[in-house]
Every structure is written in C-alpha cells, then in structure tokens.
C-alpha cells in the first residue's frame, strides 16, 4: 500500500514506504503541511491560512505567497503518487483529504489519548493501557522541536499536556498492577518535562514507599519542596505533607478500594492468548492424526 509516514514529535519527517525522505522546498511548504495535519479534520480557507501562515505580510502578499507555497507543496507530493490525493483544494478552501492514507504519530497518539479519556488509572483495561504505553513512545521530543510559529507553540503545549496526563494515568495503573519500578520510570519522564508538578511527585513518594524504598520516597519529597521553592516561591500542600508524615511513619493509606475482580496484567492475557494459540494448534495436529489413524483401520478391516 502506498503510503506516508509522517513523525511530528521531534525531528519532522516524512517517509514513503518508510523509506524514502520526502525533501520540501522550504521551509513555509514544511509549515502548510504542518498546520494542515494537525487541524485534518476540517477545511480552512485560503483567507485564514495566508492570515495565520504569514501575519506579517499584506493581505495581498500573505494570499499570493500561499498560492506558490500550495503549488509547491502539492508538487512534492505528486511526486510519490499516491492512491489518492493528500490534498482537497478549491477555489477558497484547503484541507486533508479525508480518503488520504497515511501514518501519522500525532494522530495515533490522540487517538489513544481519547480511549483512555475520563477514566482513572487503576480502572485502565489492560488493553487500553497497552495503547498508552505504545503511544508515549510515539512521543520522542516535544511537538516540532525548533519551531517557534504562534499557532505551534499552542499545539506544542496541548499536546505536552496530553502526554503527561498518558504518563499520570500509566503511573497510577502501575501502582495499582504493582509495577512500581515501571511507574517510578514513567514519573520520572514526567519530570523531564515538567519539574515542577506536585502531583507528580506525591505518586513518585508512594511508589517509592511500596517498593520498599522509604529513602527514596523522602528523596523525592526533598526535591519536592525544593523545586517548589525555586520555581514558584511555594510550599508543599498539604496533602504532600500528610503523605511525606505517614511514609515517616511507616504506613501508607489505601489508594484503591478492593474489588471482587481479579486484576489481569497485559502480560498475561498476552501469555494466555499465545496459549491459546497454541493449544488450537495441537487440537489440529491431534485431530489430523486422528483421521489417520481412522482411514488406517479402515483399510486394515
């Protein structure tokens, strides 16, 4: 199938049949393609896209450098001959055809974003958590790195703000499957990006403290408090300083209330499906011989 590979987070790239770099001829033909993937799902007109694209430029000149800048863009991509055409154009609008087929990261990491919506950690399906572990390593650098246009900034930081929810969400599930070296990993890329996020914090202490590693749950409310002080000019909430007084006590409040069900991790419905597999293989082979045996006897009788 002929398609487009497209990396937004980090490095841009585009690749056809996850080989060929497609190469732009500037970099206003790399910022269209941008913007126009990152809004898909609805046309934009020409008027707004010279408007947002080159807001330092006259009306005039903002809609002449965009005609030249869509011609060039529709050129590169007419140049790997796709099945059908990224892009709609008219007259007055612009937008991702929505027949287009393509693979883009941004995308498949929203859409995991979505799944796992409005619902806490430690209710997290183990195949819904298997879609955010695969879409935080989607996330290899901030959106775009080293481009500074207005409009994205904006979408650098919704989707920051997204990643370190996936990342919350992924450490509350680990606490709860008891993976908490796994959850204490996940913290610690929270705090790559944001240093400053108590809540963070809070959740390194107590998986730290249920790995029996009481030190180091102390060492993250010390940084804690430190961070908070440098950056903002605050103390700790109190809900810190209540959880940092019963790690020092030695006994840590139930997060979860118990449930009747079992909990499944996603290595072993992994497990069992393999087995699973397996078995229906064996059921064939002894049914083959089987028959053999059958049409054996027949021909003995």
């Not at 049949?17 to 500037?26: K, Q």
């Not at 399906?125 to 955010?132: G, N």
């Not at 403290?209 to 605050?234: P, S, T, Y």
Request: overall charge neutral; glycine content about 2%.
């Amino acid at each position: 199938m002929k398609c487009l590979y497209i990396s937004l987070f980090g490095k841009f790239c585009v690749t056809f049949r996850s080989e060929t770099e497609l190469a732009f001829e500037s970099k206003k033909v790399q910022e269209l393609f941008f913007y126009l993937l990152l809004h898909a799902k609805r046309p934009h007109t020409r008027e707004k896209l010279a408007e947002i694209l080159w807001h330092d430029s006259s009306p005039t000149s903002s809609k002449k450098y965009l005609r030249h800048t869509l011609w060039q863009l529709q050129s590169t991509l007419d140049d790997v001959s796709l099945e059908h055409d990224m892009l709609l154009v008219d007259t007055e609008w612009i937008q991702i055809n929505p027949n287009a087929i393509y693979w883009l990261d941004t995308q498949i990491f929203e859409t995991a974003y979505r799944l796992a919506q409005n619902t806490p950690g430690s209710e997290l399906s183990p195949v819904i958590v298997q879609e955010l572990i695969d879409a935080v390593l989607l996330y290899k650098g901030d959106l775009l790195e080293n481009w500074y246009h207005e409009w994205c900034l904006f979408e650098r930081e919704r989707l920051q703000n997204l990643y370190l929810t996936l990342l919350f969400k992924l450490m509350v599930y680990c606490e709860y499957a008891q993976e908490y070296e796994t959850g204490i990993m996940y913290g610690m890329k929270m705090l790559k990006c944001d240093q400053a996020r108590e809540q963070t914090y809070r959740q390194l202490m107590r998986l730290h403290f249920l790995a029996d590693d009481r030190i180091g749950a102390l060492r993250q409310f010390e940084r804690c408090k430190l961070v908070l002080q440098q950056e903002l000019n605050v103390n700790p909430a109190q809900r810190t300083l209540d959880l940092v007084k019963q790690i020092r006590q030695g006994v840590l409040s139930e997060k979860f209330s118990k449930r009747t069900a079992l909990f499944v991790s996603p290595a072993l419905v992994s497990n069992l499906n393999r087995l699973k597999d397996n078995l229906a293989t064996a059921q064939q082979q002894v049914d083959h011989h089987i028959h053999i045996l059958k049409d054996q006897n027949h021909l003995n009788s």
